[in-house]
């Protein structure tokens, strides 16, 4: 495999933040392909997200995650998107390190809008708003701690978002 083998960009950030529609608009307009963790782990066990956390529970999915997302950080050249909560185990961060990360920051008021009340969200069923405060309040510091960009999505269009990404990649 060769040594820089990378992807252009990772997403980060909370359930509603728009990471994959971004991703998606991103791969565009670079001309690269786009991947997304989430995806990767329901077509490698032919399972939902949301019935691995039923069935096999969290802490099973999570280990998944740091798997998908280690090869993922090691074999993909495009966009990467990754769950919102990857980045909360320590592997993941570490993995992080000496990539380029954009945290897409949203709002609660936001989030909680364009999340709705998908059951598709396990950790976010219930009353979501309650729900998505806590996730957010819990994990804004490490979006932060791995990013090497951090973007407002509140108020603004997917395209928009990915315009300022590309800006910042130069």
């Not at 963790?37 to 077509?43: F, G, K």
């Not at 919102?84 to 897409?104: C, N, P, Y």
């Not at 701690?145 to 951090?150: E, I, R």
Request: a negative charge; hydrophobic letters at 45%.
């Amino acid at each position: 495999m060769t040594a820089d083998v990378r992807p252009v960009v990772v997403l980060v950030g909370p359930p509603g933040a728009g990471k994959s529609t971004v991703a998606a608009l991103l791969a565009e307009s670079l001309g690269v392909e786009v991947r997304d963790t989430d995806t990767d782990i329901e077509t490698a066990t032919g399972t939902p997200i949301a019935d691995l956390f039923v069935t096999h529970g969290e802490a099973h999915f999570r280990a998944l995650e740091v798997d998908a997302v280690a090869t993922a950080l090691g074999e993909h050249r495009g966009v990467l998107a990754l769950g919102g909560g990857a980045v909360m185990r320590d592997e993941t961060q570490a993995a992080l390190r000496g990539h380029t990360v954009v945290f897409l920051d949203v709002g609660l008021a936001e989030a909680a809008s364009r999340v709705g009340l998908s059951s598709a969200r396990p950790l976010l069923l219930g009353n979501v708003r309650s729900q998505m405060k806590a996730l957010l309040d819990s994990r804004r510091p490490t979006y932060e701690a791995v990013a090497t960009h951090v973007i407002s999505t509140d108020g603004r269009t997917p395209t928009e978002v990915a315009e300022e990404i590309l800006t910042l990649l130069g």
